[in-house]
């Protein structure tokens, strides 16, 4: 988790490296949460780009992301179609970097790409002026889309003022703090850095065009 000192356009908080056991299976969703699976869940709601079921739901804040999972886990379980013991919820950022990644050690998914000529056919970056329809662009290794950019992703994790470093175990952020981490890019950040595997930011939770979010699915721990 994080970049090495020699990664090319890297920030200070993306280190130091941590090695990062993450102890227990999940399952990520392939795409963004689309407009038309939130409204589906949550209701009908206006979007920065409104009108399209099939693209990213945005202007989202941390929290509505949360409730959208909370939500999804109480109707799939009264449905019955939820393993026992399991939940609906944002991905720490230790899990999230590892989805991107996709067993890769490169600044991006598919590669270095030291001239960025290649972010074009995976992400949805500051060109576009806009997002697109979840999976237009090029998946990462493990069939995920939109991971280096469309809309930032929420994490579940307060900000660490910095990576622990070391060796640990299921990392899920500190236990308190008043900023959350997101992750992936978004339409609106034209720095080519910021759709890089490692790159993270963070923000109060609150409303932008640039915010949206994916789930996981895993066994319920205190936290959930």
């Not at 795409?31 to 699976?37: A, D, K, P, S």
């Not at 509505?64 to 999972?69: D, F, K």
């Not at 990392?171 to 850095?193: C, F, K, T």
Request: proline share 8%.
């Amino acid at each position: 988790m994080g970049s090495p000192e020699t990664e090319a356009d890297r920030s200070p908080n993306e280190g130091p490296q941590t090695i990062v056991t993450i102890s227990h299976g999940f399952w990520m969703g392939r795409y963004e949460v689309t407009q038309g699976e939130y409204q589906a869940i949550m209701g009908d709601r206006s979007f920065y780009f409104d009108g399209d079921p099939y693209r990213p739901a945005d202007n989202i804040t941390w929290g509505e992301a949360v409730q959208y999972c909370i939500k999804l886990t109480e109707l799939e379980r009264a449905d019955g179609r939820l393993p026992p013991g399991h939940v609906y919820r944002l991905p720490t950022a230790a899990e999230w970097e590892y989805a991107c990644r996709a067993g890769t050690k490169t600044r991006f998914s598919f590669g270095d790409d030291p001239d960025y000529s290649q972010l074009e056919s995976y992400s949805c970056s500051g060109n576009t002026l806009e997002t697109l329809r979840v999976g237009m662009k090029l998946p990462n290794p493990w069939g995920l889309h939109d991971m280096h950019g469309n809309v930032m992703e929420w994490c579940l994790d307060w900000c660490p003022e910095r990576l622990p470093g070391g060796f640990v175990i299921d990392p899920a952020g500190p236990d308190e703090g008043w900023i959350r981490v997101y992750r992936g890019g978004g339409w609106g950040h034209n720095e080519p850095r910021a759709h890089r595997s490692a790159y993270y930011i963070y923000l109060p939770d609150g409303r932008d065009c640039l915010h949206g979010f994916r789930v996981v699915l895993a066994k319920a721990t205190s936290r959930d």
